[in-house]
Nanobody, 132 residues
Framework: QVQLVESGGGLVQAGDSLRLSCAAS????????MGWFLQAPGKEREFVAS????????YYADSVKGRFTISRDTAKNTIYLQMNSLKPEDTAVYYC?????????????????????????WGQGTRVTVSS
């Protein structure tokens, strides 16, 4: 059974940094796409970043480009989201998600993993609050 467990959220001030972790278990995720999404109160879940387990290709929402970095540690089956220069508008619950890549993954654009409906597996979320 696939399990995703996020950690690393907290309360920080604007301009600070946080690193979120997502520990995955239940199978090897080399053929999966892993994503980070956020959900602010009263809003829909939004894409933040994704990384393909097959080749490490990453993709970011425009709002976080240059500030956030997604990475993976395949030995630990863990992905990370390094968040720098945090802004109050980054305040949300952050979710880790995973989905099996299709056989034609090489033909897919890096932006393919931006829809939350694509993902079958989700963590419970970790809250990030950025004060001004």
């Amino acid at each position: 059974q696939v399990q995703l467990v996020e950690s690393g959220g907290g309360l920080v001030q604007a301009g600070d940094s946080l690193r979120l972790s997502c520990a995955a278990s239940g199978r090897t995720f080399n053929n999966y796409i892993m994503g980070w999404f956020l959900q602010a109160p009263g809003k829909e879940r939004e894409f933040v970043a994704s990384i393909r387990g097959t080749d490490g290709t990453s993709y970011y929402a425009d709002s976080v480009k240059g500030r956030f970095t997604i990475s993976r540690d395949t030995a630990k089956n863990t992905i990370y989201l390094q968040m720098n220069s945090l802004k109050p508008e980054d305040t949300a619950v952050y979710y880790c998600a995973a989905d099996l890549l299709p056989p034609n993954w090489l033909l897919l654009p890096p932006s393919w993993g931006t829809r939350p409906q694509l993902y079958d597996y989700w963590g419970q979320g970790t809250r990030v609050t950025v004060s001004s």
